[in-house]
């Protein structure tokens, strides 16, 4: 009888695994697409990408590699709505999991977003700090197909930072590289970063007075945020765009370019955008002397510059606290190095001590044990005299 009886507890049990075998796999398909459906929201509507990162983490459960992607998600949406604290603050969250995750990848992704982070920031010598400690990562990975993505943002962030501190030449030679890696891979996947890169490019070429490969750069980044519904992209785009016209003294596209890119950023909120869209048509408008819109987008101009200086003054404050940490941290580093180099001093002081004492307790006892052969030696003596 026992025989059945054990064979339909094993039963019960396999059936119990089964089931919740089949909820968590159910569960982790659930949140996989869950993170599709956010990062395709990004440039479109981050308040939604959010509440959406915050919906992965409360079904994470003990999944380390589902937290870390949700916190790094919602730091995504905030960098999009440029409240780099925000970002900053869940970014931390996901480097405070790294430890606990045996996902190479993904340790490169959160490295690499760190350096955006500090480079969001300013922070410039952190910024290429990580950027060589996630190229380190992707050298060392065995599928070089997996790392392109990483990879093509490694390079994008030094051409941002090679366009504003040294030469947009060079920063150029890094944006094609990153081009190059961007088009390894899955069209819609790199559709965006493509975007960013070409747009960043046709800003380069806008320095360098090339206004037709600036153009041709800006259209080609309208098609590639085009093939995603990256709203916010094609309206940077679009802006670029008109730029170039407005050099060129052709004010009427430029101001058809501005106005569909105004359109397209009404959900995105992104305050640097607007404040350059309302820059952009303010001067058109001057230009072609339609004087009622030049003062409506002056004065939207103005209110919107006061708030991006009010947000910047957080983004330095933050900053500063970045660098504030630092030195704390290397003056902590510094002090603890010079006690512990005390200590040692110290410990070696004692042991020379003790050895001399030593060396000295021993020679006293030999002076000792000499003086009391000589004094022996003597008494002898007296005796046989």
């Known amino acids: 009888m026992s025989a059945p009886k054990n064979t339909y507890k094993l039963f019960l049990a396999m059936i119990s695994f089964l089931m919740i075998a089949s909820v968590y796999s159910q569960n982790n398909k659930k949140i996989d697409s869950i993170f599709r459906t956010g990062g395709n929201g990004i440039y479109n509507n981050p308040d939604k990408v959010i509440r959406i990162g915050k919906d992965i983490l409360k079904n994470a459960g003990d999944n380390i590699n589902y937290k870390i992607k949700g916190y790094k998600l919602i730091s995504d949406a905030y960098s999009s709505k440029r409240d780099y604290e925000k970002s900053l603050e869940y970014l931390i969250k996901a480097s405070e999991l790294l430890d606990q995750t045996n996902d190479k990848l993904l340790k490169i992704n959160i490295i690499n977003k760190t350096a955006i982070q500090y480079h969001q920031?300013?922070?410039?010598?952190?910024?290429?700090?990580?950027?060589?400690?996630?190229?380190?990562?992707?050298?060392?990975?065995?599928?070089?197909d997996s790392v392109r993505v990483e990879l093509g943002k490694n390079y994008m962030i030094r051409g941002f930072i090679y366009k504003e501190k040294l030469s947009c030449a060079?920063?150029?030679?890094?944006?094609?590289?990153?081009?190059?890696?961007?088009?390894?891979?899955?069209?819609?996947?790199?559709?965006?970063?493509?975007?960013?890169?070409?747009?960043?490019?046709?800003?380069?070429?806008?320095l360098l007075n090339n206004n037709k490969l600036a153009l041709d750069c800006f259209k080609e980044s309208v098609e590639k945020a085009k093939q995603i519904n990256a709203k916010s992209l094609e309206a940077f785009a679009l802006k670029g765009s008109a730029k170039v016209y407005t050099l060129e003294g052709n004010n009427v596209e430029a101001i058809k370019e501005l106005n569909e890119a105004l359109h397209l950023s009404a959900d995105v909120n992104d305050l640097i955008l607007n404040q350059e869209i309302y820059k952009g048509l303010a001067e058109n408008y001057l230009a072609v002397n339609e004087m009622n819109a030049f003062k409506i987008y002056q004065s939207k101009f103005i209110e919107i510059q006061k708030l991006i200086k009010d947000r910047e003054r957080i983004s330095i404050s933050e900053s500063l606290g970045v660098k504030a940490n630092e030195l704390a941290k290397k003056r902590s580093d510094l002090a603890n190095r010079f006690y512990y180099l005390l200590l040692v001093l110290f410990l070696i002081l004692v042991l020379l001590v003790l050895f001399f004492y030593a060396v000295i307790k021993r020679k006293r006892k030999e002076i000792d044990s000499i003086k009391l052969q000589m004094h022996q030696l003597q008494n002898k003596k007296m005796k046989e005299v």
């Open 170 to 206: 060079i920063a150029i030679g890094y944006m094609d590289r990153a081009i190059a890696q961007f088009k390894k891979i899955d069209k819609i996947e790199a559709a965006s970063k493509l975007s960013i890169a070409y747009y960043n490019k046709g800003n380069c070429y806008l």
């Open 121 to 144: 920031l300013k922070v410039y010598d952190k910024t290429l700090q990580y950027l060589d400690q996630a190229e380190q990562l992707m050298a060392e990975y065995p599928i070089k």
